[in-house]
């Protein structure tokens, strides 16, 4: 807003009237920019401009203008852009494990929705929701790998990097079960986002899930089989 103080607006108040409200005053001094009359009128009323105080209409300019000439980087100055966060779920992992349908016999639309929907979710901190899906994805994807239960796959998949991964999700579960399980009680509820597993295992689940797909063999059966059929 112009910068006109208490004095110029209980000059400007006689010329609209003793009821003039307010926001009466309020308009009549943003519209003076460009109103030759009530310009004469403010300058007439206000005295000499305040130091520092944006321009008045007298000066031709408007307060937009000064605005734009004060944000306006300084020559030879970068401009710091600032960098969205990453999905919860590497997307590039997601859109990978889309085109991996072409060879595989596994319908792979609802595992493909659910990471989408996770990443969603994640970005709103949809605490419950990620929850929910995050253990739906561990429930899904064990015929993969030729088990009914996550559990068994973090047992008995993958070298000890990948294990460390899969036993962090399968530990996850829990949390996942308050979420789904616990029923309405007197006391706050404790689950935050921060309660979700971190991103890596995640992404190496994604991984894991892509690279047991690509293995020859491992596609088409919807009974889970040996184990030892699938290798790394």
């Given at each position: ?79 710091k852009h600032s960098t969205p966060p990453s999905s919860y779920v590497d997307t590039g992992l997601i859109e990978e494990l889309a085109r991996v ?108 899930v892509i690279d047991a797909l690509e293995v020859k063999g491992n596609v088409g059966n919807d009974d889970p089989v040996d184990s030892r059929t699938?290798?790394?």
């Amino acid at each position: 807003m112009i910068a006109y103080g208490r004095k110029t607006i209980r000059k400007l108040a006689p010329r609209l009237g003793a009821e003039a409200s307010a926001a009466e005053l309020v308009d009549v001094l943003n519209n003076s920019l460009n109103n030759p009359v009530l310009s004469s009128i403010l300058d007439s009323a206000s005295g000499p401009p305040i130091p520092g105080s944006l321009p008045r209409p007298s000066d031709h300019r408007t307060a937009g203008s000064v605005t734009a000439d004060a944000t306006k980087p300084k020559a030879g100055t970068s401009v710091k852009h600032s960098t969205p966060p990453s999905s919860y779920v590497d997307t590039g992992l997601i859109e990978e494990l889309a085109r991996v349908q072409d060879s595989a016999q596994w319908n792979l639309e609802k595992l493909v929705k659910l990471l989408r929907e996770l990443n969603d979710n994640h970005q709103r901190s949809n605490q419950y929701s990620c929850h929910a899906l995050l253990r739906t994805v561990l429930n899904h994807i064990p015929p993969i790998f030729g088990q009914e239960k996550f559990s068994q796959v973090a047992a008995t998949h993958g070298g000890q990097t990948d294990k460390r991964h899969l036993r962090a999700l399968d530990t996850f579960r829990a949390a996942a079960d308050d979420v789904l399980h616990r029923t309405i009680r007197k006391n706050r509820d404790l689950i935050e986002m921060d309660d979700l597993p971190p991103r890596t295992p995640v992404n190496a689940l994604v991984r894991i899930v892509i690279d047991a797909l690509e293995v020859k063999g491992n596609v088409g059966n919807d009974d889970p089989v040996d184990s030892r059929t699938v290798t790394e």
